[in-house]
């Protein structure tokens, strides 16, 4: 089941001491993980830079969708900016369920994957009442329009305190984030009418309210005020003050 919605992969609830999976870890593993998987080892395709590996970690070039590993044996898994370029997503979340007692799955919002399309993701992906849906992106004649990655992901999170701020007070606007037991529910390509609606056309704004729920003042300023002060602290441990 779906436990909760972390406001970034830094914020995971891994015990001291448990061993993990990351499938996909590419050009920027996570530090907590103990073993990582990559599909392809030769080309950059899908990724946005070489493979690296961090000191202790383990590598092995193994497809996600067949992992050779046995049932149970990490205790999470972690998966970040992956599924949505998979050619058989129910086969590669069975094999993560099945390996993992728990994990943490993240991808591009249907937001996120407007903003800055690409064409090595073949899934568009929306969470709607904790379930995630995929949509195949030929499905729905997905046109990649402007792409304004390079602003989105590189130069505002670094140069705009006020965007840094926007991501951590929203931190499921651009991505989907999603941590889980057992498994969580996820279909792929819907036909509901009242699912399809979100992913073509124009949004309205009652839908903007369902999933950006508006705030109070006082509730703006609590959340700024505390992703502001946790910017600093993460700057002032980065420059060697605890």
């Not at 961090?54 to 067949?66: I, M, P, R, W, Y």
């Not at 999470?76 to 992956?82: A, D, E, R």
């Not at 069975?94 to 996120?112: C, D, H, I, N, Y």
């Amino acid at each position: 089941m779906k436990v909760r919605n972390p406001r970034d992969r830094e914020h995971l609830n891994i015990q001291s001491g448990a061993r993990v999976l990351e499938v996909g870890g590419g050009h920027n593993p996570h530090p907590r993980s103990n073993v990582v998987v990559d599909k392809f080892v030769d080309t950059n395709y899908h990724r946005s830079g070489d493979i690296k590996v961090l000191k202790n970690q383990t590598f092995l070039q193994a497809d996600g969708e067949n992992l050779p590993f046995k049932d149970k044996e990490f205790d999470y898994v972690i998966c970040c900016q992956v599924l949505e370029h998979v050619e058989n997503p129910e086969k590669f979340l069975a094999e993560q369920f099945r390996v993992a007692k728990r994990g943490f799955m993240e991808t591009p919002s249907l937001l996120g994957e407007y903003l800055f399309p690409r064409e090595s993701h073949k899934w568009i992906i929306h969470e709607l009442n904790d379930v995630l849906y995929l949509v195949d992106k030929q499905k729905i004649n997905f046109i990649y329009g402007y792409d304004m990655g390079e602003l989105i992901q590189d130069y505002l999170p670094t140069h705009s305190i006020g965007f840094k701020l926007l991501e951590k007070t929203h931190p499921n606007m651009i991505t989907n984030r999603i941590e889980w037991e057992g498994d969580f529910k996820f279909v792929v390509n819907p036909t509901d009418p009242e699912i399809l609606k979100y992913f073509t056309g124009k949004w309205k704004k009652e839908w903007a309210d369902a999933f950006f729920p508006p705030k109070t003042k006082w509730q703006e300023f609590k959340d700024a005020s505390n992703a502001f002060a946790g910017m600093v602290k993460s700057v002032m441990r980065s420059k060697g003050y605890k």
